[in-house]
């Protein structure tokens, strides 16, 4: 039988590999960027006519082609950026893998004019579906100038499968800003139907920002600056009120380099827990600088994505630079990095510049260590847990070798103390309390879903007249938390019911009074106006220091506090526990 396998035609294996690297008009776009900037342009020019379907033409001025180079880059795997397999670990340009030009040729019309700068002619060449169609001298200034028109004309199914041209152009508008963020230094002018719709001067990172994004923008942006051995990380956060309702500006640069990852976008949304409502997104744009080497960039044929060698640790490196950046600005509650569980053993104390307070950033750890497996979730391995409601995120005790839990004890009416696995705790049961409700009020607010308990004796307030427009306009939130609060002729209100998950309190009839003095008295934390509702309630409603409590309320306490999304911190940032290790004890003997 004759043999049937053969080499594909480069033109049609240049067709195949556009696939992947060209899926639309922006993928140009993104590609012919990248080139100019790999190129060392300083000023660039993006010209595009009908959303990219008709014309997507770059124009830089940076070192520009010889002829060879000119007809070379138009080649598969035709590269000026690697030489060496060992070239690939050590990338710092955006290019690299030579394709983008073939396959940008293979699937449409090509016309690129380039000269090296002292050269008096540059070179025009003309391409149609890979096929040369014209090659001469011509007159040009220094740089590259390269139009590609009619995208997709010879693959009239991929055509007819781009989408409006409202949306082609939003993706464009998407690679334009990611490009654009990661290169302030360099100018860029965007025409879209010959109309001008950037004008971007060479600029600070700040200045950029506000140029893409509005100069509303300028007084919302926390910097963020943070050097760890293994990484460096600058730009800027957004203030919790930038944040927006739909997925907006998030950005990750490594190197320079845009990227999406889904994994550090966690881990910035995990900072801002608690500051920004649900369902919102914050506004970031962190630049990573790290040894090209621990990281491959190869992994995804357009770049986008990328794999760390430390992944988890650069994972808690993000995470704590924001929340750093968060503290310092006063947004957040302070948190001491030093004590928080999540860091602290594994970390080693990187002097910060600016003085203020210290980060802990971890530096090394072994993989089995769990450093984002926050530590108190292996605390009580080993032991029992006790009851069965449902406890997210962080499970608590999961252990096949169940053992019994030792019954905790109170102390001075204040701590609880509890045996854990690498020695003991002593829990402030007010802190805890406070943070254990904190988190329950807040989604009561934000499902809207509390239930009352009704008073046997309906109680009527007469308030200020400027608390009762304070309370008129907090009503539906308040009643949102369990409350049923009615208003009741001038400055009067009857209150009918209170949270039922508070209605236990001795204090019962005092607690909307405290209520309300607290949510007076935290006017000046920067928090919302569900956040002020949800801690003036929960400072309210708390187990406050003095109470006697059951070994069942001590229990539930620990289980509840644990559950919490932050346990660690009372939500005005108090400490809800210490730990104290054995050996520290025994070292005392
Ligand atoms: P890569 O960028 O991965 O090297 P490309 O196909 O995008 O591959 O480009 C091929 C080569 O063409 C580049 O390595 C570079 O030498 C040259 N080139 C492309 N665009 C430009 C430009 N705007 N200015 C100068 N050289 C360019
Ligand atoms: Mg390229």
Redesign the pocket.
């Known amino acids: 039988m004759a043999d049937i396998i053969q080499l594909l035609p480069d033109s049609i294996a240049n067709q195949i590999a556009a696939g992947e690297v060209v899926q639309r008009p922006a993928s140009v776009v993104k590609?012919?960027l990248?080139?100019?900037i790999?190129?060392g342009?300083t000023h660039i020019k993006l010209i595009i006519k009908e959303a990219g379907k008709q014309l997507i033409q770059?124009i830089?001025n940076?070192?520009?082609?010889s002829t060879t180079?000119a007809r070379?880059?138009?080649e598969r795997h035709?590269?000026?950026?690697?030489r060496t397999a060992a070239d690939l670990n050590a990338i710092r340009?955006?290019?690299?893998?030579?394709?983008?030009?073939?396959?940008?040729a293979a699937v449409a019309q090509v016309d690129l004019k380039?000269k090296k700068h002292g050269e008096e002619l540059g070179t025009h060449i003309v391409l149609e579906g890979s096929d040369l169609i014209k090659q001469e001298s011509c007159e040009t200034p220094g740089?590259?100038n390269?139009q590609v028109k009619n995208l997709f004309f010879n693959v009239p199914a991929r055509r007819k499968f781009l989408k409006s041209n409202t949306v082609e152009l939003r993706h464009i508008i998407d690679e334009f800003q990611r490009v654009a963020i990661a290169h302030p230094d360099i100018m860029f002018e965007v025409f879209h139907n010959n109309v001008e719709t950037y004008h971007l001067p060479s600029s600070t990172l700040r200045k950029r920002v506000v140029n893409l994004f509005g100069k509303n923008m300028n007084d919302k942006l926390v910097p963020i600056e943070e050097e760890t051995d293994l990484c460096k990380i600058s730009g800027f956060i957004g203030k919790p009120e930038a944040a927006k309702r739909s997925r907006g500006e998030q950005f990750f640069l490594i190197n320079g380099r845009f990227i999406k990852s889904p994994y550090l976008n966690h881990a910035v949304v995990g900072a801002y827990e608690e500051i920004i409502p649900a369902k919102s997104y914050p506004f970031y744009l962190l630049a990573l600088e790290m040894d090209p080497e621990r990281i491959d960039i190869n992994v995804h044929p357009t770049k986008q994505e990328i794999k760390f060698e430390d992944e988890r640790l650069i994972y808690n490196i993000v995470k704590a630079a924001v929340r750093h950046a968060l503290s310092q600005y006063n947004i957040a509650p302070s948190l001491d990095f030093d004590q928080s569980p999540i860091l602290a053993n594994i970390g080693t104390a990187v002097p910060d510049h600016n003085t203020r307070d210290k980060i802990i950033i971890p530096s090394s750890f072994s993989r089995d260590q769990r450093p984002d497996a926050s530590g108190w979730e292996n605390m009580f391995e080993g032991m029992e847990k006790r009851d069965n409601t449902p406890v997210a995120p962080a499970t608590i005790i999961e252990s096949s070798e169940a053992q019994d839990r030792k019954a905790p004890v109170q102390l001075h009416l204040t701590y609880i103390l509890s045996q854990i696995k690498s020695g003991f705790m002593l829990i402030d049961q007010q802190y805890a309390h406070e943070r254990i409700l904190y988190e329950r009020n807040l989604s009561l607010i934000q499902q809207q879903k509390a239930s009352s308990q009704r008073l046997l004796f309906p109680k009527t307030y007469s308030l200020s007249t400027q608390d009762t427009a304070l309370i008129k306009d907090l009503l539906p939130s308040i009643n949102a938390l369990g409350f049923e609060i009615e208003e009741f002729g001038k400055d009067t209100f009857i209150i009918h019911g209170i949270p039922a998950h508070l209605s236990n309190l001795p204090e019962e009839a005092s607690l909307f009074d405290e209520f309300l003095e607290q949510f007076k008295l935290n006017v000046d934390l920067e928090l919302s106006k569900e956040q002020r509702l949800a801690l003036s309630l929960a400072r309210s409603g708390c187990i406050k220091r003095g109470v006697a409590l059951q070994t069942m309320e001590m229990e539930a306490i620990i289980d509840q506090l644990f559950a919490c999304n932050v346990p660690y911190k009372s939500p005005t940032g108090k400490k809800c526990f210490i730990t104290f290790e054995l050996d520290e004890l025994q070292s005392k003997f």
């Open positions: 590609e012919l990248e080139n100019a790999d190129a342009g770059v830089d940076g070192v520009g082609m180079d070379m880059s138009f035709a590269t000026s950026k690697i340009t955006l290019g690299f893998r030579g394709e983008a030009l073939a396959s940008i380039s740089g590259t390269l």
